[in-house]
C-alpha cells in the first residue's frame, strides 16, 4: 500500500535512505552519507511531500517530492528488485506528470531504471559534495546534449 508518510515514521525513511545509499553509491565514502543523516531527518524529508510504500506495517521504501521534484525514491535493500520504487515512481508520476530528477551517472541500474520510466537526461553536473556526476533527467522530454 502506498500512503503519506507520517512524520514518527521519518526515522525509518532515513535509516532505509542511509543503508539504500551506501550499497548504490560504492564510489561515495559510506560517512559522506552518515554524516547526512541529521540533515535528511531535520531539513529534507520534513521539507518533502513523501510517499510510502508499506506491506505488513513496515515501510519498505518512500519517494520524496519536493514540488516537481523527485527529491528521493528508495527502497530498502532486502526488497529491491520487487516492483515497489516501480509502484512508488507511478504513484508520483500520476500526481505530476512534469517530473524532473538528478540521479548519480555512476548509477547506471538507476539510470535504466529511470529510463523505463519515461525519464530522459536534459543536462549533467558535477555534485561537489560528493564529487560525482549526476544526470538530471526530465519525465517524457528528449535528450538535449
Known sequence: MIRKAKE??????????????IKAHDGVEPGFWRSQQQAMRQKYVPS????????NDTI?????LQQNVVAALFVDPAYQHQGIGSLLLEYVK???????L???SMNAQAVAFYEQ???RTM???????TGQWEKVMRLGEPVYR
Open 102 to 104: 538528478s540521479v548519480y
Open 117 to 119: 520510466h519515461g525519464f
Open 94 to 100: 500520476s500526481i505530476d506528470a512534469q517530473l524532473e
Open 123 to 129: 543536462d549533467e553536473r558535477f555534485d561537489d559534495m
Open 60 to 64: 519498505l521504501g518512500f519517494c520524496s
Open 48 to 55: 518533502a511531500e513523501n510517499w510510502v510504500y508499506v506491506r
Open 8 to 21: 514518527h515514521e521519518y526515522d525509518r525513511m532515513v535509516s532505509l535512505w542511509l543503508v539504500a545509499s
